[in-house]
């Protein structure tokens, strides 16, 4: 397995800071080879707090040259659950790091998923539909399969469409290697997002 391959299929959405830390350490996912200590444990500080305002270090954390800052950044922002921050969080769906778009595309989901902003669910079904990595595709499936409604028929309908195009066009297969576990880890992805949208929209249709 890669370290970009075990980088997105790490801890999941809530998993612990301290989770995300030992993964950079444990497989090197930071673009300089060493943990990046410091900016790091600045982004957990902002997170822990859950601020009223986004916090200058998660902010700064955004526009890091390391990866690994990005990602712990995007995924604070994620966890602080608030619809108003989905347009900064959304920038990063063009990092060029895959485990940064996976981890943004997460964050988006939880900043909608209580209020469920159809403009959150565009936003996430336009980069499926751009987006080449097979992991990240499955990642934006599931998130987009959260965020679908039994009292918006059309906007589920339209999620729908967007899972079949994942599931016909799987994306660029070679970041897996010849692993079957990560070769099957998309596939599972998109399947728990057909699930959401039916478990989300079961009372809509009789």
Do not use: K
């Amino acid at each position: 397995m890669t370290a970009e391959g075990r980088c997105l299929s790490g801890p999941g959405q809530r998993g612990s800071f301290a989770a995300l830390l030992g993964l950079f350490v444990v497989i090197g996912c930071s673009q300089s080879g060493a943990p990046p200590y410091e900016a790091l444990a600045r982004v957990a500080q902002a997170e822990d707090r859950r601020a009223a305002e986004i916090e200058a270090a998660l902010l700064e954390a955004l526009e890091d040259a390391d990866a690994a800052v990005r990602t712990a950044g995007y995924r604070a922002l994620g966890r602080h659950e608030r619809p108003e921050w989905i347009p900064v969080i959304s920038r990063g769906l063009q990092d060029p790091d895959p485990t940064v778009r996976g981890t943004a595309s997460i964050a988006i989901g939880q900043a909608a998923f209580a209020s469920g902003t159809p403009e959150a669910r565009a936003t996430l079904m336009a980069a499926a539909r751009s987006e080449r990595h097979p992991l990240v595709r499955g990642i934006l499936a599931e998130t987009v399969g959260r965020l679908a409604r039994n009292d918006d028929p059309a906007g589920a309908a339209e999620v729908e469409g967007v899972l079949v195009e994942i599931g016909t066009d799987p994306g660029d297969p070679s970041p897996l290697g010849d692993n079957p576990a990560m070769i099957a880890r998309p596939v599972e992805l998109l399947v728990r997002g057909f699930d959401h949208l039916a478990r989300n929209t079961a009372s809509a249709y009789p």
